[in-house]
């Protein structure tokens, strides 16, 4: 019983680690179908273990082994002690038996083993399938609190699809907010603050405005802010092909206002959206090797948000990949009941 109990810790920690350390993966969360095929079998063997435990302590403790063999008088040996100061007058020997014969000491054994065993059977009979779901949330809002800390900018994507609102892709440096991006008709990101809004950010105005995609033709075009005037300003080849093996890949060429700066980025594995969860991936750096960009985890009781930690202050590295991801942010949000109510 103990080698299942110890098996099943194992079990509950992977999950709970791959849970809210999604990135980067290990052989629990290698694919999204090898993670929900771990995530059914813990709790179906959870519950399994849990109902086997528990027919173990209830047998224990009807058994004759139980803290109930207390119940019944002990036996003792009693000690023959011999005084003859206290020999009766015709010489004969008296038998004493030490300790003295008392039911009070069962008793208390007893108590005291029920006092341990009881809470032991109830946590062994019910963490199994019990654990998982407390561990599982308290984890990831302390992911969701804390994951990016590392990070020098952080970007929270709300997907709102169906709802009066548009989804948005807000970026935090050094924890204080900076961008906030709409995301318009599920193709068009674009910069909440225009020149000349009564209401303007304290944070300086990025010099990319908007990425528009086009899915079909897996590409992206960018618009930017000079001197008030607004131009193209970059182009992005993004590989799509959903239905493949290819990993995600982004080609992209921009000029922020120091000359054009080319930029490769791809995902290290290969399925990164999916149709029951959020997007899920790291991009790194063809160039120079670095992770750019590494999802996190969706909001506690709220998973149309989604936490992504960047290693970049670049417009361009920033704002090509999360545009993407949010578009796809809004379609599973769009799918999911566990986001805000719609019309909020």
Not at 35 to 62: C, P, Q
Not at 250 to 272: M, P, Y
Request: aromatic share 12%.
């Amino acid at each position: 019983m103990l080698g299942l109990d110890g098996a099943d810790v194992a079990w509950i920690y992977y999950y709970v680690h791959a849970g809210t350390h999604p990135n980067p993966r290990i052989a629990v969360n290698a694919t999204h179908q090898a993670w929900k095929t771990y995530s059914s079998s813990l709790y179906i063997f959870g519950f399994i273990l849990g109902a086997y435990n528990a027919i173990f302590w209830i047998l224990f403790f009807l058994s004759p082994y139980g803290p109930r063999r207390h119940t019944t008088q002990m036996s003792r040996k009693g000690v023959i002690v011999r005084s003859t100061s206290s020999l009766p007058e015709d010489g004969s020997q008296k038998a004493a038996s030490w300790p003295p014969k008392s039911d009070s000491w069962p008793k208390i054994r007893r108590a005291l083993e029920f006092a341990l065993l009881v809470p032991m059977a109830v946590v062994l009979s019910t963490a199994p399938f019990a654990v998982p779901w407390i561990a599982m949330p308290l984890m990831q809002e302390f992911a969701w609190n804390h994951r990016c800390d590392s990070w020098p900018v952080e970007a929270v994507l709300v997907g709102r699809a169906g709802s009066n609102a548009h989804s948005t892709a807000t970026f935090f440096f050094d924890h204080a907010e900076a961008y906030s991006f709409d995301l318009y008709d599920r193709m068009s990101l674009l910069y909440r603050y225009q020149e000349g809004d009564k209401e303007q950010p304290s944070f300086p105005m990025p010099t990319l405005q908007n990425v528009t995609y086009d899915l079909s033709t897996s590409s992206a075009v960018g618009i930017c802010l000079f001197s008030g005037q607004k131009q193209n300003c970059l182009s992005a080849n993004m590989d799509l092909d959903l239905d493949s093996t290819s990993y995600l890949r982004f080609e992209i060429a921009a000029d922020l206002g120091f000359g054009v700066r080319h930029h490769v980025l791809h995902a290290i594995d290969h399925d990164w959206q999916y149709s029951d969860d959020a997007p899920s991936m790291i991009l790194r750096d063809e160039l120079t090797g670095e992770s750019v960009l590494r999802t996190a985890v969706t909001k506690r009781g709220d998973c149309a948000q989604l936490k992504v930690c960047l290693n970049t202050s670049n417009e361009a590295r920033m704002l090509v990949p999360i545009g993407l991801m949010l578009i796809f942010q809004e379609k599973w949000a769009g799918g999911t009941t566990c986001g805000p109510k719609k019309g909020a």
